[in-house]
């Protein structure tokens, strides 16, 4: 076989994005921007910072945080690097004349969530010597294998904040919520449900007092439970509450509820933040059975549903740490927190037929060309044709982007009809016709494309009408 007929005969290989992941397209962007602009503005009026943490940590920070137990650290994370790659190299004899270069690392995870990098760079950057407390918030990608399905990805992004140090003061806990309710009520997300409860603080004479009652109760309704309750029973009790399994629901309603354990100080907190929250004409519905999948929660949690989503329908978790940046190694702290998962967010959104354009709301419409094309919000096609023309459109081009405008440039000349064509299809508001004439004449030819009307202008009156048709 000849050389060529080999080429011809290997397919190269078509690369798609690994599962659970996914690309987002400029169509899609837009919205996703405008959250995260929102996002930047209704947190910045509460006094909050961005920070930016990396991407992996340390195994050790996510096992110690979150807890070795909770699925997300002992199933879901992706761990690499460290001591066992080393060797595995070694062994593999592809590291020959490298060894003595190369240091066994620390195992590494990809972050499954933000929380615990957070407290981290508190301790590390000595923040408890700021004025407390510190309000942060973060943005970013996040990384789980989970089974991958509408709403749950194995890369997805949340949205977050945090508030540590200082006190425990219930009105921060309900401030917090405050802020997460006015971003969504900013980006007018639909069917929003806040849920909230309180889980106590591990002592006998609180939550890990309620935990055996639950357990004992757990116990004598065991042979009626589901395979994956009967197995919380023994490694997490309250999680059994989170069961969605249909046959159980009955059952679980019978089971003790942790309101009625909470000792003095916890019951005080949580009746002061519901009053806190009341005070700041925030709706919420108490769900006893509400708890958290992480190890660090305390006392006050709380989780915002959206419509539109199906069975993935929690657009935010959060709740009170107070113990959490100890665990870490850092001074006594308070802390509380939310994530907000930004890809269910836009899916609600877009559901609901949100969509955004030149940053303003609009329901969604099939005749809008540009979206399809990638290409949002052409405001001018320059349509040009000639070499002088070729100078003035590209010095055109410079002004108008200059002044504000989204200008789209063809590289090549075009005859008139094909450009305005090209025009229409990625939905341009003006075509910009530039020929000998309008060069010669100093005078420029603008064609409204909605309505097919033509107007000329000296350059500067190009600029001025269309400035004042924008203002309109
Ligand atoms: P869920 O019960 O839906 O698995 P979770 O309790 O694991 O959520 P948290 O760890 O509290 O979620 O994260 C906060 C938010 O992040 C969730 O409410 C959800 O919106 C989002 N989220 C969590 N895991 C994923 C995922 N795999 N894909 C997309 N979004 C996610
Ligand atoms: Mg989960």
Redesign the pocket.
């Known amino acids: 076989m000849s050389e060529g007929a080999q080429k011809k005969q290997e397919k190269p290989r078509k690369f798609q994005a690994i599962r659970g992941t996914r690309d987002l397209l400029p169509s899609e962007t837009v919205l996703w921007n405008h959250v995260e602009q929102t996002a930047h503005a209704v947190f910045g009026t509460f006094g909050f910072g961005e920070i930016r943490v990396p991407i992996f940590e340390s195994t050790d920070l996510f096992a110690r945080s979150i807890g070795a137990e909770t699925d997300?650290v002992s199933k879901e994370m992706y761990t690499f690097g460290g001591f066992a790659e080393f060797s595995e190299r070694v062994r593999g004899g592809r590291m020959e004349g490298m060894l003595s270069e190369m240091q066994p690392e620390e195992m590494v995870s990809l972050r499954p969530?933000a929380t615990a990098s957070v407290c981290r760079a508190y301790i590390e950057h000595g923040m408890q010597q700021l004025p407390q407390p510190v309000k942060l918030y973060y943005m970013g990608p996040?990384f789980?294998r989970?089974r991958p399905q509408k709403?749950?990805?194995?890369q997805?992004y949340?949205i977050g904040a945090e508030v540590l140090g200082g006190s425990d003061a219930p009105a921060i806990d309900a401030e917090v919520i405050e802020m997460v309710m006015t971003f969504f009520d900013r980006l007018e997300l639909q069917g929003v449900q806040l849920d909230i409860n309180s889980i106590g603080h591990s002592a006998d004479n609180c939550r890990r007092g309620y935990v055996e009652k639950l357990k004992a109760a757990l116990d004598k309704v065991k042979d009626k439970l589901g395979p994956d309750s009967q197995r919380r029973i023994e490694t997490n009790p309250l999680r059994v509450l989170d069961s969605k399994v249909k046959d159980e629901q009955d059952i679980i309603a019978t089971l003790p509820r942790i309101a009625d354990h909470l000792c003095e100080e916890c019951a005080a907190h949580y009746a002061a933040v519901k009053h806190e929250l009341e005070m700041r004409g925030v709706f919420f519905r108490e769900n006893w059975r509400l708890v958290?999948?992480?190890d660090y929660y305390m006392r006050t949690t709380f989780?915002i549903t959206a419509q539109g989503l199906g069975s993935?329908n929690?657009?935010?978790?959060g709740g009170r740490y107070d113990g959490l940046v100890e665990l870490l190694g850092g001074p006594p702290t308070k802390g509380i927190g939310f994530?907000?998962?930004e890809?269910?967010l836009i899916l609600s959104l877009q559901e609901s037929g949100k969509e955004v354009a030149s940053g303003e709301w609009r329901v969604a419409s099939k005749e809008r060309k540009g979206v399809a094309s990638g290409r949002l919000g052409v405001d001018v096609y320059v349509a040009w044709m000639g070499e002088r023309a070729h100078a003035t459109a590209i010095r055109a081009a410079k002004d108008l982007r200059k002044a504000g405008f989204s200008v789209e440039l063809p590289p090549v000349e075009q005859k008139f009809g094909k450009a305005l064509g090209q025009a229409d299809k990625l939905g341009a508001k003006y075509a910009l016709i530039l020929g000998d004439n309008e060069v010669s004449e100093g005078l420029w030819t603008l064609k409204t494309l909605a309505d097919g009307s033509q107007a000329k202008f000296t350059e500067p009156d190009l600029l001025e009408h269309l400035r004042r048709q924008k203002a309109l």
């Open positions: 997300v969530e996040m789980r989970e709403g749950r990805y194995r997805f949340q958290r999948g992480l989780e993935q929690a657009v935010c978790g994530a907000i998962g890809d269910r």
